[in-house]
Nanobody
Framework: QVQFVESGGGLVQPGGSLRLSCAASRSIFSIYYMGWYRQAPGKQRELVAGITSGGGTNYADSVKGRFTISRDNAKNTVYLRMNSLKPEDTAVYYC?????????????WGQGTQVVVSS
């Protein structure tokens, strides 16, 4: 089962930016859909961005226009560029491989990377 290690989180002021990275334990070349999720305290994990093997992207309305997902199959890595961060973006961020069309994550969940947006 493919495993993931997320990194790049931290404390940032509102309006700031971060770039998260997700390294996979094996090649992601054959994985059609990769996604970034987040889980805020007391809330369910939610999918915020996804990218197909062809580079097509989808975003949750709450992050559209501010977050950009990308993937580098040669490095087995998926990225999430986050701009104009808001306090409500505070959460632990995870990545995973996603099966279609059911949108179920099928890799092992990593530890995630904590993002805190606060002044």
């Amino acid at each position: 089962q493919v495993q993931f290690v997320e990194s790049g989180g931290g404390l940032v002021q509102p309006g700031g930016s971060l770039r998260l990275s997700c390294a996979a334990s094996r090649s992601i070349f054959s994985i059609y859909y990769m996604g970034w999720y987040r889980q805020a305290p007391g809330k369910q994990r939610e999918l915020v961005a996804g990218i197909t093997s062809g580079g097509g992207t989808n975003y949750a309305d709450s992050v559209k226009g501010r977050f950009t997902i990308s993937r580098d199959n040669a490095k087995n890595t998926v990225y999430l560029r986050m701009n104009s961060l808001k306090p409500e973006d505070t959460a632990v961020y995870y990545c995973n491989a996603i099966s279609m069309p059911d949108y179920n994550a099928f890799g092992s969940w990593g530890q995630g990377t904590q993002v805190v947006v606060s002044s």
